[in-house]
């Protein structure tokens, strides 16, 4: 009897990884484009306990990880850099990919794919946004290559009206 059954085992236990239907539809991994205007800024890529991950520069393709932990989605601060320009921060998140997790798991992976396959590999998360394109705004100090002084007489009255003096006078 042991003989009829190990052949039979031995195939449920291969097959098992491949339950989850998410995880075979997108895997564990999810493709997240990255530009710049203007381009050549450089890009670093920070898991959620600040560590660095990824690094390059606009316009690029970064491979990330879906999945932070079992039923836990992955979230990435994500840094644009470039000189002359402002720093600019944003945060991708993961959110629930109802598709294949949802669907396909009630079609063929089962509680197997539901509760074990894709919360483990991360595949029943979506990292969005999935194309992120950001603006570099002029840096303040950046202006002609540093801090301009200007006289107040060169300053348009209406934002004149705005400056606040250094020596505290009127």
Do not use: H
């Amino acid at each position: 009897m042991t003989k009829k059954v190990l052949p039979w085992l031995l195939l449920f236990l291969g097959i098992l990884p491949m339950l989850g239907c998410a995880t075979i539809m997108t895997g564990s991994s999810q493709k997240v484009g990255f530009q710049s205007d203007p381009s050549g800024a450089t890009v670093t890529v920070f898991d959620s306990d600040g560590q660095q991950i990824a690094d390059g520069t606009t316009p690029i393709t970064i491979p990330l990880k879906k999945g932070a932990s079992y039923f836990q989605a992955a979230k990435y601060r994500v840094v644009f850099e470039l000189p002359g320009r402002q720093k600019k921060e944003i945060w991708l998140s993961g959110s629930l990919e109802g598709g294949w997790y949802i669907a396909g798991n009630l079609l063929i992976g089962g509680i197997i794919g539901w509760l074990i396959v894709d919360p483990l590999s991360g595949a029943m998360w979506n990292l969005t946004p999935s194309n992120v394109n950001e603006r570099l705004d002029p840096s303040v100090s950046a202006i002609d290559g540093g801090l301009r002084v200007v006289l107040a007489s060169q300053v348009p009255p209406g934002l004149l009206v705005k400056a606040i003096p250094l020596n505290g006078e009127n």
